[in-house]
């Protein structure tokens, strides 16, 4: 390992430097297996909140707790195949990285509440297929779109940093 010199050009060479960051990051392997995942937990995350919108809960409400379920889910999926090489484990290891996900993501999932509440509230469009608020499942699908490169990029680098 050659010394920290301060210089960008010398960082980017060492394990944790700006090019290995990026070289890990892109990924197409790692990042489709991420997506993949997402799928899965976009999956858990919009049945989740549409169920519970539909049985009266506040859509804001129903939408965060279709995303810490859909959180859970990816974690364990993403531990276990996305970033198998980088896990530990143990237990408490696990339950770490689980913690720091949750507030990894924390920037993922302002984003998609964020996009969600404006399509949502703001731009709302009154449509109901086979009974179910099709606007609120398409401002959740936008919302989840919109965070998945946001969570990709934290989680990768925090998470399970890739780039060590």
């Known amino acids: 390992m050659t010394e920290d010199t301060g210089d960008p050009a010398t960082a980017s060479d060492e394990p944790g430097g700006v090019v290995n960051r990026m070289h890990a990051l892109a990924s197409g392997t790692r990042f489709g297996k991420f997506a993949s995942v997402g799928v899965v937990g976009a999956a858990f995350d919009v049945t989740t909140a549409t169920i519970l919108q539909s049985l009266g809960v506040f859509p804001e409400l129903a939408v965060f707790v279709g995303i810490e379920v859909a959180v859970v889910v990816m974690f364990l999926l993403n531990d276990n195949w996305t ?61 989840i779109g919109t965070g998945l490169l946001v969570n990709y990029v934290a989680e990768s680098l925090f998470t399970w940093r890739v780039h060590e």
Do not use: M
Request: hydrophobic share 55%; no cysteine.
């Open 83 to 143: 970033f198998s090489a980088e896990g530990h484990a143990t237990l408490a290891a696990t339950l770490r990285r689980l913690l720091r996900s949750n507030l990894v993501r924390a920037g993922g999932i302002t984003v998609q509440l964020l996009t969600f509440r404006l399509l949502y509230r703001v731009f709302f469009v009154d449509a109901t297929v086979l009974g179910i608020d099709a606007w609120f499942v398409a401002a959740k699908v936008t919302g």
